[in-house]
């Protein structure tokens, strides 16, 4: 089930990042009250989030967001973000059930409280964190004047796999 929830968090980004590429910069960098500041720092947020999870599964704890160092345009986060989307789904072919269930320690940037948990857990909660970030992306697209957004629900991608 996690090689599903995998390939369909790289199907909602692909899908959401092929909207806001028709966005102007203006739409990108407007000021929004949400999580973050901007259309572009949501996206610089997911794949930072991606790739501090995929640190911590692989045994590394990340010390910094790539996010705090970043200078790339949106296009530059848009590829990074697509990359480490399918870095997860890689990594979740390539290990087996007992990977998953093994529990991993590692600490958070903003608690450096050693923690465990297993890869399987880290994913889910990765996995619905990105969906949750990707319905504030539609709300802050609608406040940047855009009026029509993909369907990337779960559903969606069950059916158009035909699941």
């Known amino acids: 089930m996690l090689k599903d929830y995998a390939a369909y968090n790289l199907w909602a980004n692909t899908h959401m990042i092929q909207l806001f590429r028709t966005c ?32 911590r599964m692989t045994g590394v704890s990340p010390a910094r967001f790539p996010q705090n160092d970043f200078t790339g345009t949106t296009e530059d986060v848009f590829q990074q973000l697509l990359i480490t989307s399918q ?13 998953l269930q093994t529990p991993v320690e590692y600490t958070l940037l ?18 619905n964190h990105q969906t949750m970030h990707r319905g504030q992306l539609i709300t802050m697209g609608r406040q940047a004047g ?17 699941l």
Not at 87 to 99: A, C, F
Not at 110 to 127: D, K
Not at 150 to 160: Q, V
Request: with cysteine; charged share 20%.
């Open 110 to 127: 903003s608690n450096p409280t050693p923690s465990n948990l297993n890869p399987g857990n880290m994913l889910h909660h990765l996995f």
């Open 24 to 55: 102007s910069e203006e739409q990108l960098h407007r000021e929004i009250v949400s999580s973050f500041p901007s259309i572009h720092r949501t996206f610089l947020h997911l794949w930072a989030v991606e790739h501090g999870w995929l640190d």
């Open 87 to 99: 870095r997860l789904v890689d990594l979740v072919h390539e290990k087996d059930e007992n990977w």
């Open 146 to 162: 855009i009026t029509a957004f993909p369907k990337t629900d779960y559903l969606f991608w069950c059916r158009e796999k035909g």
